[in-house]
């Protein structure tokens, strides 16, 4: 029987060494449990729907369906992990699809174990891993999508928008601003609604884009 306390983690990698390596490592953390492995995004998609992990450790570069497909493919299926993309920094050009797509986030392929161990429980806890540049990046890359409609929200929605332009989860919202976790979550929704906007990562970046928040 699952560990209710512990984040369930699925691990997709084609190179069997590293997802032994990442298993070696996770499995001495007293919050965090492998729960399975697949060598390719295809069985990724098969397993992360069989053991619905929290999170998913997901490659970019594999044979078959990559990383980024596997990805658009679980939100296409409304899977509920949060994706952490792994990549190597020769392949930073892909990390801004990646977030497109719906990741959580990302960490290059030599991250220190530790800070691996945080990125996991960070992206678990409903925060977004965006590096400085990255952002730029996706902001550059912005054509406007919900511009012009930031007047349709209310002062609460406003209030809800900067807190996620600051990283924080539903749960870090509803506690300080004193409402229900049900609450935060439905205005999260109507964010997203009236900005037109897909994810949390694409309503952060409006909101620093249009002087909300962070």
């Given at each position: 029987?699952?560990?209710?306390?512990?984040?369930?983690?699925?691990?997709?990698?084609?190179?069997?060494?590293?997802?032994?390596?990442?298993?070696?490592?996770?499995?001495?953390?007293?919050?965090?449990?492998?729960?399975?492995?697949?060598?390719?995004?295809?069985?990724?998609?098969?397993?992360?729907?069989?053991?619905?992990?929290?999170?998913?450790?997901?490659?970019?570069?594999?044979?078959?369906?990559?990383?980024?497909?596997?990805?658009?493919?679980?939100?296409?299926?409304?899977?509920?992990?949060?994706?952490?993309?792994?990549?190597?920094?020769?392949?930073?050009?892909?990390?801004?699809?990646?977030?497109?797509?719906?990741?959580?986030?990302?960490?290059?392929?030599?991250?220190?174990?530790?800070?691996?161990?945080?990125?996991?429980?960070?992206?678990?806890?409903?925060?977004?891993?965006?590096?400085?540049?990255?952002?730029?990046?996706?902001?550059?890359?912005?054509?406007?999508?919900?511009?012009?409609?930031?007047?349709?929200?209310?002062?609460?929605?406003?209030?809800?928008?900067?807190?996620?332009?600051?990283?924080?989860?539903?749960r870090e919202i509803a506690r300080a601003l004193v409402l229900s976790e049900k609450t935060v979550k439905t205005h999260?929704?109507?964010?997203?609604?009236?900005?037109?906007?897909?994810?949390r990562t694409q309503a952060a970046l409006w909101a620093v884009r249009h002087g909300i928040g962070a």
């Amino acid at each position: 029987m699952a560990d209710p306390g512990r984040i369930r983690v699925l691990l997709v990698d084609d190179h069997q060494v590293v997802r032994r390596g990442l298993r070696t490592f996770l499995q001495v953390q007293d919050d965090i449990e492998v729960v399975g492995e697949a060598s390719d995004g295809e069985e990724g998609v098969a397993r992360a729907e069989e053991l619905r992990p929290d999170v998913v450790l997901m490659d970019v570069k594999m044979p078959g369906l990559d990383g980024i497909e596997a990805l658009r493919t679980l939100r296409g299926l409304d899977n509920p992990a949060r994706v952490l993309i792994v990549t190597s920094f020769t392949e930073k050009r892909t990390v801004v699809p990646a977030l497109r797509a719906g990741a959580a986030g990302y960490v290059y392929k030599d991250v220190d174990p530790e800070a691996l161990a945080r990125a996991i429980r960070s992206v678990h806890s409903g925060h977004v891993l965006l590096q400085p540049e990255v952002a730029l990046a996706l902001l550059s890359q912005e054509e406007g999508g919900g511009q012009g409609r930031g007047g349709s929200l209310t002062e609460r929605e406003r209030e809800v928008l900067a807190l996620i332009a600051d990283g924080r989860s539903n749960r870090e919202i509803a506690r300080a601003l004193v409402l229900s976790e049900k609450t935060v979550k439905t205005h999260v929704s109507n964010i997203l609604m009236k900005l037109d906007l897909a994810d949390r990562t694409q309503a952060a970046l409006w909101a620093v884009r249009h002087g909300i928040g962070a």
